[in-house]
Structure formats: C-alpha cells, structure tokens
C-alpha cells in the first residue's frame, strides 16, 4: 500500500475566469445509455470492478450497474453532470434536500435492491459489508458523495474530468459543505487531492483483498 506521506500537492482552483473549459450540463434521461457505456469503458479494468463483479458476464453487469446507479439515479436526482458528448461523467450523491435537487424515486430505490444482488452474485456480501465501512467514514454533517467518475480514454488529458467535477465542487465551496468520495487506488488518491481533498481513512475491504481509502474535501475558502 502506497503511503500517506509526501509534500502537499497544489490545490486547482476550478473557478479560474481566465481559463477555458470544455461545456459542462446536467444530465439528462436521453444521456443514460451514453453515461452507462461511457463509465463502463472508463472502468472495465478498475481495482473495483474486478474485486466487486464476477467474470461471468462482467461487461453486462458493470453497464446495468452503470445504467441504474449512475444514469437513472444522476437524472432523477439532478446531481450528475456530463460534457456535451458525455465523454465524460460525475454523479454524486447530494445532502439531502439541497436545493436544485430532488430524492432519489422509488422505481429507482426498487430497481437498484432488486438487481444489485445479482449483478455482483456471490460478491454481494463483501460488496455490501465494505461500503458499510465506508459509510462510517463519511462526514457527519451534510455533503456530497462522490460516487462515480469516469472519461473515456480516447478522450482523457483534455481536463475534462475537472471540467464535470467542477459544478458540483464550486457549490460545495459556495455553501461551505464538505465532499467525500472512496477510492481504490492510489493514482486516484493523488488526483482528487488536487482539488483539495485529503485522506481521512485509510482502510481494506471487508475481505481484506483491496486497499481502499476515504477522501474528504473541506471548501476552500472564498476569495
């Protein structure tokens, strides 16, 4: 396991009015198959995908999954953002009743109970014990939760990951309310701290099979 040590990196600042990004929106219904190819390319050979996601079938697991709990929660809940192509993507999970946003509906609820037994089949279990322990891990007040973020590799080194972050990030710093996301390597640790998050628990599955840590991103202050 990479250690928690080393020079702190330079904070982005993401509201730069001098500097160009590409264009960033809410998702939308008709983006969903879209975000679920987009992701499931981004992700095929993640750390998570293989621990969580048996070989059988596993590109059609990762899209349903993809599809259910980043397309249709993101949409429904207002809190996925998208480039204009969806070349990119980031969906969070939003304090509860903020403003803009709207409660995640129950064919959503329903159809994520009803088929995430089944799209992680024996893994189910170690999938469901380990995010029990990183719920713990999360801030006690309000936040958002990062849950998926992906760019397709023919496009990435274009800042388009910051560019769909960045909506979501801005808020945060706005309302003065915390994010936190978990990651599975540390390659990701090292770019989220870019934006300002840090490392507030470092952990292992439940099965102690992956390095898995909890990220918290304070706002930065206003200018």
Known sequence: MAPVTGRRPTIQRIDDPDEEGPDVRLAETRDVPRIAATLTVALADSRWTRWALPDDGRMQRLTRLHELDAGHRGVATRSAWVTEDVDAVAVWEPP???DGTAALPADVQ???ANELPYLSAHRISVVRDTAELLA????D????SLLHLGVR??????GLAAAVLAPALLRCDAEQT????AVFSWANVRFLRGFGFEVAAELRTADDELP???VVRQPLPAR
């Open 178 to 181: 915390p994010a936190t996301t």
């Open 141 to 144: 007040e309000p936040h958002w």
């Open 153 to 158: 590799p023919s496009s990435r080194r274009r």
């Open 212 to 214: 898995v840590w909890v």
């Open 136 to 139: 713990a891990h999360r801030p």
């Open 96 to 98: 509860r009743d903020a």
């Open 110 to 112: 329903a159809a994520l």
